[in-house]
């Protein structure tokens, strides 16, 4: 089955500073590699996807960039708030079966 | 995107009792559903995908006998521990899917066995 590995596991950044968090995946029939932002106690919130025929994506602050030949994928947030501060999960997907990562806490300092 | 709804949103049961959470579909009828659990600060493991009208596919290490699940309708699906123990405490989270990739995730319940 496939296997999501995810690094950091805790990243502290200054506000105003970019995040990067990485991960790789085992199953190069994956496809699809969507990204979490979960709250303390609250749902997995989507927030930004790729899909496998496409290189890099971004949605203002966020971005995400996929190399399918080194199945590694990675989430850029600049200009970081503290509202971002979350725990975020990477995922990788072949069909509609998910696959997560072990998750980064993200901590955004005022 | 899609409203899914889960209930409980928090329950406490006695070691040895069963407990049945809900997960429905509120505006899209969904012949598949998911269901995950997550330790505190760990990631969400996929326990099993369910499909309505036939069983469900769990994934490994996972116990049929002891995780039921039931999707009778395209709109709910069920999930029953049973006899459940103090290291079945856990947050279950359900989540649909849409179109060929999309999940979308139920507020999860949180499952507190004493």
């Known amino acids: 089955g496939e296997n999501v590995e995810q690094h950091p596991s805790t990243l502290s950044v200054q506000e105003g500073d970019s995040a990067v968090i990485k991960c790789t995946y085992s199953?190069?029939?994956?496809?699809?590699f969507p990204w979490y932002k979960q709250e303390l106690g609250k749902r997995p919130q989507l927030i930004i996807d790729i899909r496998s025929n496409v290189g890099e994506k971004k949605d203002q602050r966020i971005a995400v960039t996929l190399n399918k030949t080194a199945k590694h994928f990675s989430l850029h947030i600049t200009e970081t708030q503290p509202e971002d501060s979350a725990v975020y999960f990477c995922?990788?997907?072949?069909?509609?079966?998910?696959?997560f990562g072990t998750g980064t806490s993200l901590t955004v300092i005022p | 995107g899609a409203v899914v709804s889960q209930h409980p949103s928090w329950v406490i049961c006695k070691s040895g009792t069963s407990v049945k959470i809900e997960c429905r579909s509120l505006?899209?009828?969904?012949?598949?559903m998911f269901w995950y659990r997550q330790f505190p600060k760990q990631s969400l493991m996929l326990m099993a995908t369910?499909?309505?009208?036939?069983?469900?596919?769990?994934e490994q290490g996972v116990e049929k006998d002891k995780f039921l699940i039931n999707h009778a309708s395209l709109t709910l699906s069920t999930l029953t521990v049973t006899s459940a123990h103090p290291e079945d405490s856990s947050f279950y989270i359900c989540?649909?899917?849409?179109?060929?990739?999309?999940?979308?995730f139920g507020p999860g319940t949180r499952l507190t066995v004493t």
């Open positions: 505006d899209f009828q969904a012949t598949t």
């Open positions: 199953d190069s029939a994956s496809n699809y």
């Open positions: 989540s649909e899917a849409q179109g060929s990739h999309e999940q979308y």
């Open positions: 369910s499909n309505e009208g036939s069983k469900a596919t769990y």
């Open positions: 995922a990788a997907s072949k069909g509609n079966q998910f696959y």
